[in-house]
T-cell receptor, first 113, second 110 residues
Framework: DTGVSQDPRHKITKRGQNVTFRCDPI?????LYWYRQTLGQGPEFLTY????????KSRLLSDRFSAERPKGSFSTLEIQRTEQGDSAMYLC???????????FGPGTRLLVL | GQQVMQIPQYQHVQEGEDFTTYCNSS?????IQWYKQRPGGHPVFLIQ?????EVKKQKRLTFQFGEAKKNSSLHITATQTTDVGTYFC??????????FGTGTRLLVSP
C-alpha cells in the first residue's frame, strides 16, 4: 500500500498521560500536514512541514502538542499531559510541493478517559 | 480568521433525487477542494477548482467555483446509496493549508 499510513489507529489513554502518533506520508511527498477532527466537524489544521521544516503551527496547537519530522519522511505528533478535550481523530495528510491535492491517512482516533 | 461554512448541515434524500451542497468562505480563496468522508473513514479527495467561475464534472457530480472565488457548490444528479457520506469543501490559501467547511452529511434511502 503506497498511501499515507498512521499508527496507531486507535488509542485510549488516561488523562495526564503522554501519547505519540506516527504518520508515514506517500514516499515522494515533501509536504506533510496534521489535522484534528472532532465528531460532526470538519478537520482543523494543526501544523505543516515542508521536508523537515515545520513552517506553520495553528493556535490550536498548545504547548502540550509537539510535532517533528526529523528526516523529512515520517512525522510524529506528541501530546503531553493529555486532557479529555484532546479526544478526537488526528489526521495526517501529505502532498507534493507545488501540488494542491492532499492525501489523507486513515487517522488515529484518540480517547482520553 | 478565515471561516468556511456549508449548507445544509444534513440532507436526507430518496435514491434518484438530486442533492446540492453550498460552501461559502469569508475570504477569497486561491482554490477550493472537495472531499468525501464515509462514516468511520477519512477524507478522500474528489476535485480541485482553481479558476473563477470554473465548472467541473465527474460523472453525476458537478462542481462550481464562484466568480469571486469565495463560494462553491457540489451537485449530485440522481443520487445513489453509494453517495452516502459527509461532503466537505476546503478552501486553500497561501501554502495550501486547508480550511475545511462544516460539512454536509448526505443520507440516501433506497
Amino acid at each position: 500500500d503506497t498511501g499515507v499510513s498512521q499508527d496507531p489507529r486507535h488509542k485510549i489513554t488516561k488523562r495526564g498521560q503522554n501519547v505519540t502518533f506516527r504518520c508515514d506520508p506517500i514516499s515522494e511527498h515533501n509536504r506533510l500536514y496534521w489535522y484534528r477532527q472532532t465528531l460532526g466537524q470538519g478537520p482543523e489544521f494543526l501544523t505543516y512541514f515542508q521536508n523537515e521544516a515545520q513552517l506553520e503551527k495553528s493556535r490550536l496547537l498548545s504547548d502540550r502538542f509537539s510535532a517533528e519530522r526529523p528526516k523529512g519522511s515520517f512525522s510524529t505528533l506528541e501530546i503531553q499531559r493529555t486532557e479529555q478535550g484532546d479526544s478526537a481523530m488526528y489526521l495526517c495528510a501529505s502532498s507534493l510541493a507545488g501540488g494542491e491535492t492532499q492525501y489523507f491517512g486513515p487517522g488515529t482516533r484518540l480517547l482520553v478517559l | 480568521g478565515q471561516q468556511v461554512m456549508q449548507i445544509p448541515q444534513y440532507q436526507h434524500v430518496q435514491e434518484g433525487e438530486d442533492f446540492t451542497t453550498y460552501c461559502n468562505s469569508s475570504t477569497t480563496l486561491s482554490n477550493i477542494q472537495w472531499y468525501k468522508q464515509r462514516p468511520g473513514g477519512h477524507p478522500v479527495f474528489l476535485i480541485q477548482l482553481v479558476k473563477s467561475g470554473e465548472v467541473k464534472k465527474q460523472k453525476r457530480l458537478t462542481f462550481q467555483f464562484g466568480e469571486a472565488k469565495k463560494n462553491s457548490s457540489l451537485h449530485i444528479t440522481a443520487t445513489q446509496t453509494t453517495d452516502v457520506g459527509t461532503y466537505f469543501c476546503a478552501g486553500a490559501t497561501g501554502f495550501q493549508k486547508l480550511v475545511f467547511g462544516t460539512g454536509t452529511r448526505l443520507l440516501v434511502s433506497p
